[in-house]
């Protein structure tokens, strides 16, 4: 059996496959059918400003003879787009097959509906007549750029943030639900200063927001002021027109974008590297939870709840292997490097224009998909795992030389203060305890042999691996705004 015969087709990609379920939410605003939609809306709203003006203007047709269009045609043209379904999806694919030109296809699409336009509105409609306007004065990326904007502006702020800003919730509840729970640290693999578990959930919280704020407060920019960025067609056609003026209103109050005054035949898509560097450092920090959290169940800290009929191991019955935590670290580092890349191929073009950037941009959904393929296991993985207290506590009691740092830092301040014997402070503290496995009557025989003030004494020996956690809890509660 030859599988590209079969139908419907086979999907290639796994993100419309096996993953379909977790990513199907970016198709409404990434995807070719996406794409062409807003291509439509923003053909349809550039004629719409043609012929009924704007407040700048009097609100009278931008071009002489146009006619303004009734409140029937407006409706009309306005639901091009709304009405995009499959049937239409597969005509204009049809009429690009023809064209081999997608924006092309696009125009003469809107062509068609115009010369049907007396079947819905009656014969007095002049709209029939109107096919001038579609694409007037434009060049291809004067829609694309519009069309890509309005698209992904759709998906990061509908589909992406939220997802993110869904996990960042969950590591929250989590930092508070565990901000009093004493952790192990461990730096450079190794026992150091005792911290909460609480507290290194609200590190990623703290990281994760700052990405967040960067991606929310982002500009989407837009252009459309004809094949080489100088309006020449347009004031060929109409030297009378304030173009440059009318561009402005039209991508700021029609298209909702930021408008880019000063571009060559594209928008010069920085606005996109600056998106994609904010998603993909988000996803690096997302990497780095992922990683951290395998580790902490693979050391015990946390556990996971076994699925009910779920297969951990093919040969060994007795595992719960952390998948989630392993696909979202493999599916980051593929997000990463799609939008790394597109961020560094976007931000060039060869002079006025080469094609790069069109190829390129078709990758923007394989870019977020794969992140928020990522967000999904990351999420589930989370809520099905939770801290070993006994675990934790038994580690901790195990590692007894970690208050080797409060002893001699306590020491230092002793000899500031003007107390005898506190002379060499790390290298005595660092003689008993580096390399040796001590315990709690070790550390409370040193402490008692130093000669510190009674308050001071008290204080050390009161402390133990699992209290010897600063102000850990406190900083999960913290006002950093």
């Known amino acids: 059996m030859n599988l590209t015969s079969i139908t419907p087709p086979i999907p290639l990609n796994p993100l419309d496959g096996r993953y379909r379920r977790q990513t199907s939410p970016l198709v409404d605003f990434l995807s070719e059918p996406a794409l062409n939609r807003e291509r439509i809306r923003v053909e349809v709203e550039w004629m719409i400003l043609l012929a009924n003006g ?25 639901a091009l787009p709304q009405a995009f379904g499959d049937e239409e999806i597969q005509e204009l694919a049809g009429i690009e097959a023809v064209t081999h030109h997608d924006v092309k296809a696009v125009e003469y699409y809107i062509d068609r509906r115009l010369e049907t336009a007396s079947d819905a509105l009656g014969e007095d409609t002049g709209l029939g007549g109107l096919k001038p306007l579609v694409h007037f004065a434009c060049t291809s990326e004067d829609i694309n750029n519009l069309a890509y904007a309005r698209s992904i502006r759709g998906a990061v702020q509908e589909v992406w943030l939220p997802a993110v800003q869904a996990l960042t919730d969950l590591l929250s509840d989590m930092a508070d639900r565990y901000r009093d729970l004493p952790l192990l640290a461990m730096t450079h693999g190794q026992p150091a200063t005792p911290t909460t578990l609480g507290k290194e959930m609200a590190v990623f919280v703290h990281r994760l927001g ?77 990497h780095n939870l992922a990683t951290d959290i395998w580790m902490y169940i693979s050391r015990g800290v946390f556990v996971q709840e076994p699925v009910k ?15 989630r ?60 795992i939770h801290p070993d207290r006994e675990a ?26 003007g107390i005898p014997g506190m002379d060499n402070p790390y290298e005595r503290v660092k003689e008993l305890m580096r390399g040796h496995r001590i315990g709690k009557d070790d550390v409370e025989a040193f402490i008692d042999g130093l000669g510190l003030d009674p308050e001071t004494t008290s204080r050390l020996k009161a402390l133990t691996p699992a209290t010897y956690t600063g102000a850990a809890e406190s900083l999960v509660a913290y006002d950093y705004r």
């Open 54 to 78: 704007c407040a700048e203007n009097g609100k009278k047709p931008v071009l002489p003879g146009v006619k303004p269009l009734t409140d029937a045609e407006l409706a009309y043209l306005r």
């Open 309 to 323: 009929g779920a297969t951990g191991s093919s040969t060994m019955p007795h595992k719960v292997n952390p998948i």
């Open 392 to 417: 934790m506590a038994r580690e901790l009691d195990r590692n007894w030389e970690v208050l080797g740092e409060p002893i001699q830092t306590a020491m230092r301040a002793a000899a500031l203060r």
């Open 210 to 286: 700052r990405q967040l704020d960067r991606v929310r407060s982002q500009e989407y920019l837009g252009k459309i002021n004809g094949a080489t960025g100088t309006y020449g067609a347009h004031l060929a056609a109409a030297p009378e027109v304030d173009w440059i003026g009318l561009s402005r209103v039209f991508v700021t109050e029609r298209m909702g974008l930021t408008w880019n005054p000063l571009t060559t035949q594209i928008e010069s898509h920085d606005w996109q590297a600056e998106l994609y560097s904010s998603i993909s450092h988000t996803g690096r920090i997302l």
């Open 325 to 384: 935590f392993e696909n979202a670290e493999a599916n980051l580092e593929i997000s990463c490097s799609l939008l790394d890349t597109l961020a560094a191929t976007l931000s060039e073009t060869r002079w006025q224009r080469d094609l790069t950037d069109s190829t390129t941009q078709r990758n923007i959904g394989t870019g977020l998909g794969y992140s928020l393929l990522a967000l999904d296991n990351l999420h589930r993985g989370l809520e099905a």
